[in-house]
């Protein structure tokens, strides 16, 4: 891919992920990377060229019988976050400031937003107080490099098959697609930079983590230690959901950011809780109860967590059913009072993403129903098709 893309806020809400740029004859399978319910990973070159590439083949080129589309929102999250690193490098060296507290959608948005070039423009949030800011630079983490989609022909990979297994747990679960390549078939794939096996590093990860954190993503899957690359690159970007699209968990939002030590030891994580929940067991056995304040401090800490969650869903009917709340009303309900209220900023409310999910829906019909099969197949919505 050529240059930065468009990164107008205009492009945010309606992604297409560039095509690989390179003409090639044949894809050649080095080794094979991993495989999922989504799809596989191998190590590849394209015809005598000596440069390594990771590429993610999908299995489902439509959505399946649950509309559920890897290729969709994978694409999409990687050209929204082709555009955040553009909108840093086109600001460096000044770093780009967005709120600290995020709760619903809409903070998601405001987070997204300032990395576009209406964002860029308006800083909205550089006059926020320290701690109500996290500054982000192009030097924050390193997010793996993505070099557009292309499509492959499964005769140059069936001997993927020799080392995939059917994920038999996800089928009966109703969550299982195709497992394997046919030979006759063309696959939409994604091509992306080689990262050779390192050690994941604590701090490292722990960047990474707060980079989609506040760029308004959230995790909408476990993320495990096999998804991520050493010393700290996130390698599967399924993992996450973008604020832009309507498939969006308003209960994502207002989760604190995941702890690095999650994706590097979960065992250790495990035992600690178990340790902890044995401890207060033995306490109860032995009669020791809580003091005044640890329960009023508990209550306090629940009660937080429910407005939170109270705010994050009544926000979100917003977006999903043009319902918009008074301050009348928010108060009536106990719901967490909006901090930024004074900063407004139409794009990114629900009228404006309500417009764009109508365009996107309608697009997406049409391109659905022009596919008569799997061997000709032009690029959907998600795609760029230039």
Known sequence: MQGDPACDWTDFLEPQLRRFPRVYTKAKLRKALGNGIEGCVARVKFDDDDSRFALKIFFNSVPDENDWWPLEREARNVAILE???????????????????????????????????????SRDFDGLPAGEKVAISSSFTRVRKCFGWTRVRGADFVAMNNVMKLDHYAEEEGEGSASHIERGREYFAIVYEYLPEAKLELN????????FYHTGFHLCQDTHERNWQGPGVLLDFGDYNSPVDRWFQAGGAYHPCLSA??????????????????????????????????????????????????????????????????????????????????????????RALGKVWNRYRKQKKEYLSQVANESDLGAPESLDSN
């Open 83 to 121: 555009k955040v690193q553009a909108g840093l490098r086109q600001s460096s060296p000044t770093p780009v400031h967005v709120p600290t507290k995020r709760t619903t959608r809409l903070d998601c948005l405001r987070c997204l937003y300032a990395f576009s070039a209406d964002g860029r423009r």
């Open 204 to 211: 490292a990860v722990q960047r990474q983590l707060d980079f």
């Open 261 to 350: 030590e999650v994706v590097i030891d979960m065992a250790k994580v495990q035992a600690r809780a178990a340790e902890e929940r044995k401890r207060e067991h033995e306490l109860r056995e032995a009669g020791v109860e809580p003091t005044e304040e640890e329960e009023r401090e508990e209550e306090r800490a629940l009660a937080k967590e429910h407005a939170s969650a109270d705010t994050a869903r009544f926000v979100e009917w917003g977006y999903t059913a043009s319902r918009w709340f008074s301050k009348e009303e928010i108060l009536e309900n106990k719901l967490e009072e909006d901090p930024l209220a004074n900063i407004h900023i139409p794009a990114v409310e629900p």
